[in-house]
Nanobody
Framework: QVQLVESGGGLVQPGGSLRLSCAVS????????MAWYRQAPGKQRELVAS???????NLAESVKGRFTMSRDNAKTTVYLQMNSLKSEDTGVYYC????????WGQGTQVTVSS
C-alpha cells in the first residue's frame, strides 16, 4: 500500500514562499502520476497541480505562474514550490496519486496571513 507523508507547511505572510514535500512509499512511484490537492476551510478539496510519470506538469489556473510542481524519482518524493502566496492559498495541502487513491495522508497546513 502506498503511503503518503506531507511536510513543509506553515504560517507565511502574503507574498511569501513555501516548499512542500511529499514522501511516497512503495515500488510504483516512478510509473505513476502524482498531484497536490488542497482543502480550504469550508470548501471541497481541489486539485492544485499534477505531474506525470515523465515529469509533465499541469497547474490550476489560480496558481499558474506562482506554483511549481516537481518530482525526484530517486527520493520517491514530490514537491510543490509556492511563491507569491495569497490569503486564498490557505488550506490543508495533500499529495496523492492522480487520480487519487481512496485514502489520504495527514496533509500539511498552509496559512497565509499577515
Amino acid at each position: 500500500q502506498v503511503q503518503l507523508v506531507e511536510s513543509g507547511g506553515g504560517l507565511v505572510q502574503p507574498g511569501g514562499s513555501l516548499r512542500l514535500s511529499c514522501a511516497v512509499s512503495g515500488n510504483v512511484f516512478r510509473s505513476i502520476a502524482m498531484a497536490w490537492y488542497r482543502q480550504a476551510p469550508g470548501k471541497q478539496r481541489e486539485l492544485v497541480a499534477s505531474i506525470t510519470s515523465g515529469g509533465k506538469t499541469n497547474l490550476a489556473e489560480s496558481v499558474k505562474g506562482r506554483f511549481t510542481m516537481s518530482r525526484d524519482n530517486a527520493k520517491t518524493t514530490v514537491y510543490l514550490q509556492m511563491n507569491s502566496l495569497k490569503s486564498e492559498d490557505t488550506g490543508v495541502y495533500y499529495c496523492n496519486r492522480q487520480p487519487p487513491l481512496h485514502y489520504w495522508g495527514q496533509g500539511t497546513q498552509v496559512t497565509v496571513s499577515s
